[in-house]
């Protein structure tokens, strides 16, 4: 049986394991964070908890429909449906999307935990090189030593730029994809506002600021915490991805004072993403090279987004499939 290892345990990753494992195929999955979910991800403290990354997920493609009501099943994820504003060019108005809009419940990462039960991840382990050797694959990691088995097949389930640190010049045409991808950054901003009125929304979209997306998080099924969650627009964190946490929540904070909220007292916790949005402007939903046995997979391959990262998984997988068995 070939031996393959998937780093990075986010959906695409999750998603392309869960495939495997269903055609027995069995999978060691390495993971740099202390839980699995990736950018779908919750933010938690002793006081509150909050969704800092994915705000909620939609769902078109009928076997992702398929796999979101067995998540709606299971009690991990439900719809949301927020009172949602739009504003632009100074004013307010009530959001016209009819979209169906959905999130992990209790939280955004319980799906994540969902899909890794009964899979085999390895948490708080950064592959931090991969060498090839005699037609196998030698995963090298920070934390510990390195790790022992040599791998058949290797696929990254991570974000672009990460991927190609890892690719190096180990295969021309996976560089050359990694370094197309254009990622981009968000800075978020999660934010008490004890001064701050009830208002006429849930969340609201906004357009030509620094702000683009902010969203009361106990409005969401199963949430107790009435945090707001704030996402600065990719360009404008992109553009300042390298300043302090001080000085983009400076920033923030003004813009938000600008859309007519009360920041007196404000309690502010501050997470910048590097790699948040963004990827391929031609989706090509994944990568397969078996010749020299090395898979991406990830939503920077399919068009962003949750979606896109599940389907891009589960398309890896079902290639892998043909090739392995
Ligand atoms: P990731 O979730 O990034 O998973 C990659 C995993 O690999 C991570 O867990 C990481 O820790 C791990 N990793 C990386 N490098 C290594 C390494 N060297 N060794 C080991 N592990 C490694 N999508 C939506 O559909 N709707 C939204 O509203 C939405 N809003 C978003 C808002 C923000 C702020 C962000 C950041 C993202 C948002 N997204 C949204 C995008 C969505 O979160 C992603 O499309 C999706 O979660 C990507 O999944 P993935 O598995 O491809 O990558």
Redesign the pocket.
């Known amino acids: 049986m070939k031996k393959l290892a998937i780093?990075?345990?986010?959906?695409?990753?999750?998603?392309c394991a869960k495939e495997l494992q269903s055609h027995g195929i069995s999978v060691d999955i390495?993971?740099?964070?202390r839980g699995?979910?990736?950018?779908?991800?919750t933010r938690r403290t002793p006081d509150w908890s909050a969704d800092?990354?994915?705000?909620?997920?939609?769902a078109r493609d009928p076997r992702f429909i398929q796999e979101v009501q067995h998540w709606i099943n299971t009690g991990s994820a439900a719809a949301w449906k927020p009172k949602l504003k739009v504003y632009e060019a100074g004013a307010w108005r009530d959001s016209n999307s009819r979209e169906i809009?959905y999130v992990g419940t209790p939280k955004m990462n319980s799906i994540?935990k969902l899909l890794a039960e009964e899979l085999s991840i390895q948490y708080e382990?950064?592959?931090?090189q991969l060498q090839r050797s005699s037609g196998k694959w030698h995963l090298q990691?920070?934390e510990t030593s390195n790790i022992p088995t040599p791998y058949d097949f290797v696929v990254?389930?991570?974000?672009a730029p990460?991927?190609s640190?890892?690719i190096g010049d180990l295969d021309d045409r996976a560089s050359k994809i990694t370094d197309t991808a254009q990622m981009k950054a968000?800075w978020?901003m999660m934010a008490r506002l004890p001064n701050q009125l009830k208002t006429e929304f849930d969340a609201a979209f906004i357009n030509q600021e620094i702000i683009s997306?902010i969203c009361q998080n106990g409005s969401k099924p199963m949430r107790h915490s009435n945090l707001w969650t704030i996402?600065g627009s990719p360009s404008w964190s992109q553009e300042h991805v390298e300043l302090s946490k001080e000085d983009a929540q400076d920033r923030l904070v003004k813009c938000l004072i600008k859309l007519g909220f009360n920041c007196q007292d404000a309690e502010i916790s501050m997470?910048r993403?590097r790699?948040?949005?963004g990827g391929l402007e031609n989706p090509m939903g994944y990568l397969s090279l078996p010749n020299v046995g090395l898979g991406l997979?990830?939503?920077?391959?399919?068009g962003?987004?949750?979606?896109?990262?599940?389907l891009?998984?589960l398309e890896l997988a079902l290639a892998l499939k043909r090739q392995c068995t």
């Open positions: 780093i990075g345990a986010g959906i695409a990753g999750l998603s390495f993971e740099k964070s699995p979910s990736g950018r779908m991800s800092h990354g994915a705000q909620y997920f939609t809009r994540g382990t950064t592959i931090s990691c920070s990254l389930a991570i974000p990460q991927a640190t890892l968000c978020t997306w996402h997470h993403w790699y948040a949005s997979c990830g939503d920077w391959l399919n962003g987004r949750v979606e896109g990262a599940w891009s998984g």
